[in-house]
């Protein structure tokens, strides 16, 4: 793709949902109203670990303006020996963490809901409900739950004949380890903590449901996939899809922790029990307490190199907190953490360790940080021990087009060499740093994704534009779908308006994660556009009576091939649509694949920090980060994505944690006390796009969201090691932490 | 689900009388920054608010004829911030008020509600005990006086009898050579709550420390009034060492809890930092040499 000549593609256009969120009319699941609306609420467990006896709800039923009650008992049961499986996510799970079955598995898990005519009713019915509890032992910490004697969560999980909390195991094998570590030189290996932490999203989960009496439901919500939205309560409600309509709001942000449902499919089961429209809203403390953080994390990585800085051996075993219900994000710890390395023997392994907290949900290349946190401060040391400059080791053993990676694929053309070399002759690396400052560096890599989009391309009568899609916008995708539309069309952006499709109006769409919606949107929409130019020419031919096949589309308009196919003056879009009915009807096409191709994104981020050694405060002073985008189709979009996950990364590393109590309860469930970093806690965070455009793609895109937030956890650990010459094996590196380190208490 | 009865009345003497007659079920209402977030958690839930906003005397600052500042109780930071004269005089009280929230936060918030909030944390009382102040009260049977240092009685709790509403700050008029300043630990640099909060005030005559008032917040259940660390100052010229062992009476005033927000270790640690620091910004305000 010629990036000189492209118009719209590479133009930081206007967003269309700008005006709409700036005015503040921008409708978010919690601005929903219908008439007869009520209110659901929910009934949480206190105890981190109890069996349920009994649940009477007969009071609440019974206390005027209460609508409808519901348990567990009101969804579909789905055994929990047996694995159902929708994309990633397995419905026993998700049944079990919608509503309590069996067992309430952590603090603040739901057992019971109700839906009232008022918000104070329902909160009243919900002190009503008698829960009998057996109350039993609980463990939280990952390390803790792998011990012989820690209390087991689910009695048919079993690992090496035992019952255990270890509900899973990932292996990436490559080569032969032991024997790259005997020929290895220089072998470092150190172990590494990391705390769960929240996406910290502003817009708490909403939803609005009502359920006509013919099963007819409507489900207004904020969720990362409206169809994901509508295939989960379909499982758990037992509805057809085709009753079910979901309608994606506005979305407050979700960074992979609306990529499930919570309150959805209980307002269905209250509207259709109580015959009236239910909202329901969560709490910040609810959305703390219960809905997914990322997964809290021990790992250990041990890397052997030559003499000279040729890594012949890595070993990484991470085990990861998976909260009440399995699901840990292995994958991206074992998967991501060596993948930027061209390394000739590696042995991965990833475990998924329950315990009683609440279960986790995606978090922005989940996992992918964990591993990257490891992998590259091992890599400093290592550096550090061979005398060589941090990045030079990394570019001396970065992947390039044919590395096989221990993950399985051989990479075609990537650009994460181009990202080093970048870092390295940026100015910020060679910049003077002041006392009890320092620098560090880290890299990162993140699979990205492809799978089903769908897309309508249709003319209007007037000449414009109207592009449908399946995906929530969460990082300004309508734009990026405007730009490309409009390039491909030869016309203004501003004739092209963008929406978001519901689940009836649109065909399926896999919801926004895995970095993939720009990259799979922007095929549909360009296969799609591509049909109506075809369209277009075609009505020109017919007008001007001459063969389809001599007429090309240019700047906007049809024109014949050359002078072979005859003189005639050009046709713009709107004479041709004004011409639409009698030339063959409206013009419109929509195209849904199953996209492939999404290549992996690589980033390197240079970090520097000041650290007070009186407080043990660490400021961030400056930062770059430099990322291999494929193609930035709108860059104020690509570069905001690489702001927030560096920011996100800089909190993970630096404030955010769950902090839990004695009773095993969630101790900070507010973002007073969950700190994450605020606006004045940042330096302007700088970003480097390179474009090494991905061959498999029409524009060259590869995904951008994800990566930005694997490599700030060891840059910033680097950056502190280099201005203290200290290192740090566990996050998140606080004042109290930082300061134990400088001062001993019994120094 | 009661309902809430609200009340703005004009008079202090309304307000007395209604917040006396309620008995404990009513609460003042200041700029409500704690109130109505304690409200929302369902931690208070009284059945009348009494506000006080539009009560003139409380909600003014006069300067007194001898050099003195009388604040209102309900005025906000964001007024105090505007007046003319009163950062030039009390910058260490004002930084201290002003650091409360954000700039949101700020147009509302009180030094009164601050201190009736009794939060060990608040950020205006160390500098305000720092300033040796006095407050004015009103209740049934009349008023009273009493140093800002008496007023909180433990986390949540006050020493005002019930039906008295906290009136007005008097701050003393200074001698040359004066100055204050207030310093608070945060993990990040806004909208966060004191670990440490240390004020100091002190007085300089020709490089020689002749007053000293420290005050330190968030170390103990209320804030406190650290004498030891003044008496190491007075008389010194500001040296390491009547500075270390003021940093070491704070260290030892320190009756800290491990909690979410810190370590005892840490926070003890800290008070003496923050007092050395803070130390120092005074004396540089005094007009130190
Ligand atoms: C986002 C946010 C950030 C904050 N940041 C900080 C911070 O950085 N530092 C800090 O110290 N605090 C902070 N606070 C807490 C709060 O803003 C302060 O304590 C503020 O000074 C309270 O003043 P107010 O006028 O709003 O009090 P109100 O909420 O009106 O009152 C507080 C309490 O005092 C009582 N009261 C108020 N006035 C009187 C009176 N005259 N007589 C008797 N009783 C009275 C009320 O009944 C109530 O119990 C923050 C609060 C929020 C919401």
Not at chain 1, 352 to 363: F, I, T
Not at chain 2, 111 to 140: E, F, H, K, R, Y
Request: aromatic residues 6%; proline residues 7%; neutral net charge.
């Amino acid at each position: 793709m010629n990036v000189q000549a492209n118009k719209w593609i590479g133009q930081r256009t206007i967003r269309p949902d700008g005006a709409d969120k700036v005015t503040g009319r921008a409708a978010y699941a919690a601005d929903t109203t219908m008439p007869g609306m009520i209110w659901g609420k929910i009934l949480r467990s206190p105890h981190p670990h109890a069996c349920i006896r009994s649940i009477d709800t007969s009071k609440a039923e019974a206390l005027p303006g209460v609508k409808a009650v519901m348990t567990a008992r009101d969804l579909v049961d789905f055994p929990i020996d047996k694995s159902v499986m929708l994309g990633i996510q397995d419905m026993r799970w998700m049944c079990r963490n919608v509503m309590a079955r069996e067992k309430a598995l952590f603090a603040g898990h739901p057992v019971a809901a109700v839906a009232a005519t008022s918000e104070a009713i329902a909160s009243e019915a919900l002190k009503l409900i008698e829960v009998e509890y057996e109350v039993l032992p609980w463990v939280i910490d990952v390390e803790e739950a792998m011990k012989p004697d820690a209390p087991i969560l689910h009695d048919h999980i079993q690992f090496e004949g035992k019952p255990s909390n270890i509900a899973g195991k990932l292996e990436h094998k490559l080569g032969d380890v032991e024997a790259g570590f005997a020929a290895a030189e220089v072998v470092v290996e150190r172990s590494f903590r990391t705390k769960p932490v929240h996406q910290g999203y502003i817009e708490p989960h909403a939803c609005l449901v009502s359920v006509l009496p013919d099963g007819k439901t409507t489900i207004w919500s904020s969720s990362q996939g409206q169809f994901m939205v509508r295939a989960m309560c379909a499982h758990l409600t037992g509805l057809p899809q085709n009753d079910i309509r979901a309608i994606q709001a506005e979305i407050g942000g979700g960074f992979g922790g609306k990529t499930i449902i919570y309150l959805e499919p209980v307002a269905l089961v209250l509207a259709r029990k109580s015959g009236r429209p239910v909202k329901m809203a969560m709490t910040r403390e609810e959305v703390f307490r219960a809905s997914g953080p990322t997964s809290g994390s021990y790992s250990t990585v041990r890397i052997g190199a030559t003499r000279d800085g040729r890594i012949l051996a890595a070993k990484g075993t991470f085990y990861l907190q998976a909260g009440a219900l399995p699901g840990s994000p292995i994958r991206g710890a074992a998967g991501c953490a060596f993948a930027p390395y061209d390394i000739p023997n590696v042995h991965s392994l990833g475990f998924d360790v329950v315990s009683n907290r609440s279960k986790v949900a995606a978090y922005r290349a989940p996992g992918a940080p964990i591993g990257a946190y490891a992998v590259e401060c091992v890599l400093d040391e290592l550096a550090e021990a061979l005398k060589m400059d941090p990045l030079q080791l990394r570019l001396k053993n970065a992947a390039r087009q044919g590395t096989k990676a221990a993950h399985g694929p051989t990479y075609p053309r990537i650009g994460f060499e181009e990202t080093i070399q970048a870092a390295l002759e940026h100015p910020h690396y060679r910049a003077p740093l002041g006392p009890n400052q320092g620098r560090g560096v880290a890299s990162g890599f993140w699979f990205n994704a492809g799978g089903e989009s769908s897309a309508q391309v249709n003319i209007t009568e007037d000449g414009n534009v109207v592009v449908t899609t399946g995906h929530p916008d969460i990082g300004g995708s309508r734009a990026s779908t405007a730009n490309i539309t409009a390039e491909l069309l030869g016309i203004d952006y501003r004739k092209v308006s963008v929406l978001i499709g519901d689940t009836s109006t649109i065909g399926f769409s896999n919801l926004t994660g895995g970095s993939r919606v720009t990259y799979a949107s922007a095929m549909v929409v360009t296969q799609s556009t591509e049909k109506v130019i075809r369209t277009l020419c075609e009505r020109a031919a017919k007008i001007w009576k001459i063969d389809p096949d001599a007429v090309v589309w240019e700047d906007g308009e049809a024109r014949p091939a050359g002078d072979n196919a005859g003189q005639f003056p050009p046709l713009t879009l709107a004479q041709i649509a004004a011409r639409a009915s009698e030339t063959g009807g409206p013009i419109g096409a929509g195209v849904q694949l199953n996209t492939t191709g999404a290549e992996g994104g690589f980033a390197t981020h240079i970090c520097d920090v000041e650290v007070d050694p009186e407080l043990g405060t660490v400021r961030v002073l400056r930062y770059t980060s430099f990322q291999d985008v494929g193609r930035a189709i709108h860059p104020s979009y690509v570069e905001g994505q690489m702001q927030g996950g560096v920011a996100q990364g800089i909190g993970w590393a630096l404030s955010e944690e769950y902090i839990y109590d004695k009773q095993g309860r969630v101790d900070n469930p507010s973002f007073l006390d969950y700190r994450m970093p605020v606006c004045s806690d940042l330096p302007m965070l700088d970003t480097v796009i390179i474009e090494v455009p991905n061959p498999k793609h029409p524009q060259g895109v590869r995904g951008v969201g994800e990566v930005p937030l694997v490599p700030p956890l060891a840059a910033v650990a680097n950056a502190i090691h280099d201005a203290l010459g200290h290192r740090f094996y566990s996050l998140p590196m606080s004042p109290p932490k930082v300061l134990a380190v400088l001062e001993p208490a019994d120094a | 689900m009661t309902d809430i009865r609200y009340l703005a009345p004009r008079t202090l003497d309304e307000a007395v009388g209604a917040f006396a007659a309620a008995r404990g079920a009513a609460r003042i209402l200041a700029g409500g920054t704690d109130l109505l977030v304690q409200m929302r958690a369902g931690a208070v839930r009284p059945g009348l608010i009494v506000d006080i906003k539009r009560i003139a005397e409380m909600t003014s600052i006069e300067e007194t004829a001898d050099g003195g500042f009388r604040i209102g109780a309900a005025v906000s930071g964001a007024v105090l911030g505007e007046h003319p004269r009163f950062g030039q005089v009390w910058p260490g009280v004002l930084e201290a008020v002003n650091l409360i929230g954000s700039t949101q936060v700020q147009g509302r918030a009180s030094p009164g509600g601050n201190l009736c909030n009794a939060s060990p944390a608040g950020d205006s009382v160390p500098a305000m005990i720092a300033a040796d102040a006095v407050v004015t009260v009103q209740g049934p049977d009349g008023r009273r006086q009493m140093p800002v240092a008496a007023v909180p009685a433990g986390p949540g709790r006050t020493n005002l009898a019930p039906g008295e509403i906290l009136v007005s700050f008097t701050l003393p008029p200074r001698p040359r050579g004066a100055g204050d300043a207030y310093l608070r630990m945060i993990p990040r640099t806004e909208m966060d709550i004191a670990v440490v909060g240390c004020g100091v005030n002190l007085t300089l005559r020709d490089g020689t420390c002749t007053a000293a008032r420290v005050g330190l917040g968030a170390v103990a259940p209320t804030v406190l009034l650290v004498g030891e660390a003044g008496k190491a100052l007075v008389g010194s010229r500001l040296d390491a060492a009547a500075i270390e062992a003021a940093a070491a009476a704070c260290r030892a005033a320190c009756r800290p809890i491990d909690d979410k927000r810190g370590t005892i270790a840490y926070r003890t640690r800290i008070a003496g930092v923050l007092l050395k620091r803070t130390v120092g910004i005074a004396a540089d305000r005094a007009g130190r040499a």
